[in-house]
């Protein structure tokens, strides 16, 4: 419990420190992609702008994250931040090949965006 309020603490500080709201940043995310969040924020605007989007499918849920330019991976990761595979980008578009084939349909939603221009 002690560890999970200083892990708050430590998002609020620094979403305070880039000057972006905790609204901007979904709040039933899980803490890793939220630090993913926090880590985009630190380093320049990516063209084009990095989003993430919750994808839930078989009773699963993962995050697929843009890459900030051309020839790279778009990776997806489950709720603790571990890479499942690549679905798309890089050099061939295709991704790496190593994605689980998924029984059911997709669902997707976008759940954040870099807001800075």
């Given amino acids: 419990m002690k560890n999970k309020f200083i892990q708050t603490a430590i998002i609020c500080v620094v979403l305070f420190l880039s000057n972006c709201r905790s609204s901007d940043i979904e709040m039933d995310l899980p803490y890793c992609i939220k630090t993913k ?3 985009i924020l630190a380093n320049e605007v990516n063209n084009p702008a990095t989003q993430i989007w919750k994808w839930k499918v078989d009773d699963k849920t993962y995050y697929y994250i843009t890459s ?3 020839d790279q ?7 603790n931040c571990e890479i499942v595979c690549a679905p798309d980008g890089g050099i061939s578009g295709n991704g790496d090949g190593n994605c689980p084939s998924f029984t059911t349909e997709i669902q997707k939603t976008l759940v954040w965006e870099d807001p800075r221009d």
């Fill in 68 to 70: 900030n330019c051309c």
């Fill in 37 to 39: 969040i926090v880590l």
């Fill in 73 to 79: 991976y778009n990776y997806l990761y489950n709720s």
